[in-house]
């Protein structure tokens, strides 16, 4: 029979070895000026992601690219994607400003309501002096119908960049996608990350607690979902130093699903040794806690198999627009699965263990203690 | 209970396909709207923008500013006659814009983000304008008391303005007829008492949309602006006006946060290729399930295309909006839904090897595996529920969905499959073992002596 937990010092230093890499790369970030660690998409940076496509199919990145940097956007980054279009990056943004205010006239609440509003018929009317002629050019226009093809922006910097590339390289043809972030909405999202992430391992390491009456197999789980978080994010820093792969808003999503999804392979082995706790009153607790590890390993595994199958799938076939995403959620599941058997069930020996020597008798299952942690 | 519960299933699946499939109205609609699969913005194409209100002349955004802004927005926006377009306030001072289908974005963001300061302005004697002629007003000051001006000032603002109409004369000609609030009725009943056959300006963001000539004393605060063309307004301008005076001010000005446009045609590649991608994931899954545990796999497969077809009613039903990371939860929320039958089931073939026969097999999986799935699932809506509560609108979709598969599952992945499997246990044909993956001795073993002890080898 297979002993995980007197192997435990080989899964840890297992741990050790995928996690302290990634944590590396990912305190690079901070180091490094963006040079190497997490890459963060214009969804925390801010700026602008533009994705167009010129009617001259034989332009080339470097084109683009060089075109750009004569434009004086010395920091774009240009991509060639499937069918054609260019990703660019610019730290521009096309956002509008703020007009200036005209100065004094106190705003209460107007109300521009639409009730009809006859006018009394005494009064007398000023009428227009001249001809009404000219269009008002700040006033609504009632005119554009949606069409086929998004408006290539003429307006702003943006549509200054866009009129100098069409000058130097010919039309372009049709614009995908046109976003622009700023900082403001990019420095929302960080706080929310992390607010969001704290949160959520709380509400699990409550949860847990809660459900097993037993605050260290809340803390081991938890313990097992931190380590599932650095192995993400960890593996994004790596990719993104040597393949520019990016973190984008939904990243924080994943990082919430794994965190939900991978303790359940820790729930379904601690509810077994709760079950076999009682069963087998009086054996070692390690013995326990293994024997109920083997007898769960199959569903475990099988469990996150039908989800690495559906991930699998959507990382394949679901479009570059979730790639990210997907991978996230992966790389979270597969290590989740990891973490519950071979982290927290071990560290949850090791804990009962040590309080056991500390209040100076073997285990039992009488050996639920509050503990100081 | 248990002798209905194959009604209840199979009267919540009929309605379910037909939500799916039949052209329904929605219920309690008025006036009736037909029951559909809402796509958001990366699906379809569109605009999306994030504004905030920015405080004026020191003055917070309140509440009321805040909605104001939207209501006249969400006119702005209405005037170009896109469909269904999305106006929401966000927490104290944002707005979020989302457009569906609209490619003239530049022209719909230019006119949600302008301010549209609206301000009536007296021209001194010593000038005249012409309507359309620019008019900086940025060092423009309050017209002082007692009504002789030099230099421009602002009378009043698009504040004071009550209302807008299309009207007409005494002659019947079109004219634009509008109503001031209190403060204003007296400021341009005291100008316009001591000012006839001057000009008066209105003017939108710096530039003069209409300058008349006061005709007389306008006491009761109801103005009519008439045009010297024959017949008065054309009707379009008459109405551009109207629209001017009503939508043209915001009482706050507006900063755009953020921007996306996505082409609709990209929006149709993402679908289709994520409708492929769930197919493909569904399809993977309900193969392995079948391989794997036989006649249960197949069972908890029915269970599973019985749970696409509910969640996705219960999409339409309420309805949710699907987006790109929406379908990605929907997908993932098919593999997590199995997921619970696998505990079942392995709980059941250990309960069949310790000697249990079929049907005690069964029963035992589903309870001894129940504590696991209540467990688990709670854990999964505990973290989807602070991403739907703390997240962002995108973040929210994903979590609505997962939430809604984790409650749907529960009731198809347990209820759904354990009526089935009731039912095709108790016949004769199905209980083989090798339907069950399991080997024949272990199917019919029986324990002898010790009752409910495990078998399994001890370390």
């Known amino acids: 029979m297979f002993d995980v937990i007197g192997k435990k010092r080989w899964f840890f230093a297992f741990s050790l070895l995928i996690t302290i890499p990634g944590l590396i790369f990912i305190l690079l970030t901070p180091f490094s000026g963006g040079q190497a660690g997490l890459k963060f998409s214009i969804d925390y940076t801010g700026g602008t992601t533009w994705s167009i496509k010129f009617a001259d199919a034989s332009v080339t990145t470097e084109q683009v690219r060089d075109e750009l940097v004569a434009l004086g956007q010395a920091d774009a980054s240009v991509a060639l994607t ?95 996608q046109l976003s622009s972030i700023g900082a403001v909405v990019s420095s929302d999202l960080i706080n929310q990350a992390i607010v969001l992430i704290l949160v959520g391992s709380l509400g699990i390491l409550g949860w847990i607690t809660l459900r097993f009456r037993d ?27 040597l393949f520019d792969v990016e973190i984008d808003g ?72 979730t790639e990210e995403f997907v991978l996230a959620l992966l790389i979270g599941i597969v290590s989740g699965t990891y973490s519950s058997i071979f982290n927290a069930s071990p560290l949850l020996v090791v804990w009962q263990e040590w309080e056991d020597r500390r209040h100076g008798r073997r285990s039992g299952p009488t050996a639920v203690r509050r503990a100081s942690a | 209970m248990r002798r209905f519960l194959p009604l209840v299933i199979i009267a919540v699946g009929l309605a379910a396909i037909a939500i799916d499939f039949a052209p329904l109205d929605r219920p309690f609609s008025d006036p009736a709207v037909k029951i559909d699969t809402r796509l958001g913005l990366d699906l379809q194409g569109g605009l999306r923008g994030e504004y905030r209100a920015l405080p004026a002349n020191g003055v917070g955004v309140s509440t009321d500013g805040l909605a104001n802004i939207r209501t006249i927005i969400e006119n702005r926006i209405n005037q170009y006659g896109v469909a269904e377009p999305i106006v929401q306030t966000q927490g104290s001072d944002r707005i ?11 022209d719909v963001r230019s006119l949600i983000g302008s301010t549209g300061r609206l301000d009536f302005v007296p021209i001194p004697t010593s000038l005249s304008v012409n309507q359309g002629q620019p008019m900086d007003l940025i060092t423009a000051t309050t017209c002082p008391a007692g009504g002789v001006v030099t230099t421009i000032c602002i009378l009043f603002s698009g504040d004071q303005l009550d209302s807008a109409t299309i009207g007409q004369d005494e002659r019947g000609n079109t004219a634009v007829n509008f109503v001031l609030k209190d403060a204003g009725q ?47 307004f054309p009707q379009a301008e008459a109405k551009q006006l109207v629209d001017v005076l009503r939508f043209g001010a915001l009482p706050f000005p507006v900063e755009e946060l953020s921007s996306d446009t996505i082409a609709p045609t990209l929006g149709r590649e993402f679908l289709d290729r994520s409708i492929l991608a769930g197919g493909i994931a569904v399809g993977l899954v309900l193969i392995f399930m079948l391989l794997h545990y036989r006649l249960p796999g ?10 696409a077809l509910v969640l996705f009613a219960v999409f339409r039903l309420i309805p949710v909006t699907l987006t790109l990371a929406g379908i990605a939860g929907f997908v993932l929320s098919v593999g997590m839904a199995v997921d619970a039958n696998i505990l079942i089931f392995e709980r059941s073939k250990e309960e069949l090897r310790l000697g249990k026969s079929l049907p005690q097999a069964i029963e035992a999986g589903f309870s001894r595996a129940w504590n696991s799935i209540l467990d688990s699932n709670v854990s999964s809506l505990i973290t989807a529920s602070i991403l739907y509560f703390f997240g962002s609108s995108v973040i929210q979709g994903f979590a609505l969905v997962l939430i809604l598969g984790v409650l749907v599952s529960m009731f198809t992945a347990i209820t759904v499959t354990r009526t089935l499997l009731r ?4 016949r004769e044909w199905a209980r083989k073992a090798r339907l069950y993956g399991i080997s024949e001795s272990e199917f019919t073993y029986r324990p002898t002596g010790r009752v409910r002890r495990e078998v399994a080898p001890r370390v």
């Open chain 1, 82 to 176: 499937g069918k054609g279009f260019f990703d660019i990056r610019l730290s521009k943004l096309d956002l509008r400003h703020v007009e200036p205010a005209p100065t004094a006239v106190p705003t209460l609440a107007p109300a521009p309501t639409a009730e009809p509003s006859p006018a009394a018929s005494g009064s007398p009317a000023p009428s227009a002096s001249v001809e009404p002629s000219a269009e008002p050019s700040g006033s609504p226009e009632p005119t554009a119908i949606p069409g086929a093809i998004t408006q290539v922006p003429t307006e702003g910097e943006i549509g200054r960049i866009a009129t100098g590339l069409q000058t130097a390289l010919g039309p372009i043809s049709e614009q995908a």
């Open chain 1, 215 to 241: 605050v260290k197999m809340g803390v081991t789980a938890l313990v097992a979902l931190i380590h599932d978080v650095i192995v993400v994010l960890g593996v994004f820093a790596i990719l993104g130093t």
């Open chain 1, 250 to 321: 939904l990243f924080v999503t994943a990082m919430l699903t794994v965190i939900g999804f991978s303790v359940h392979d820790t729930i379904v082995v601690f509810d077994r040794v709760r079950e076999n706790r009682v069963r087998h009153a009086g054996e070692p607790f390690a013995e326990i806690v293994n024997h109920s590890l083997l007898q769960t390993f199959g569903r475990s595994v099988t469990t996150s198999f039908t989800v690495v199958l559906t991930l699998t799938a959507l990382l394949l076939f679901g479009g570059s627009a």
């Open chain 2, 96 to 106: 979020v814009v989302e457009i569906p289908g609209v490619t003239n974005e530049q």
């Open chain 2, 186 to 232: 007296r400021l341009f009943s005291e100008w316009t008492a001591g000012h006839v056959n001057e000009q008066f300006a209105i003017v939108l963001d710096s530039t003069i949309i209409s300058a008349p000539v006061i005709q007389g004393p306008i006491t009761g605060g109801n103005v009519q602006i008439t045009s010297g063309s024959i017949g008065g």
């Open chain 2, 298 to 307: 197949a069972v908890a497969g029915l269970a599973l295309m019985y749970y």
């Open chain 2, 423 to 426: 039912l095709i246990v108790a």
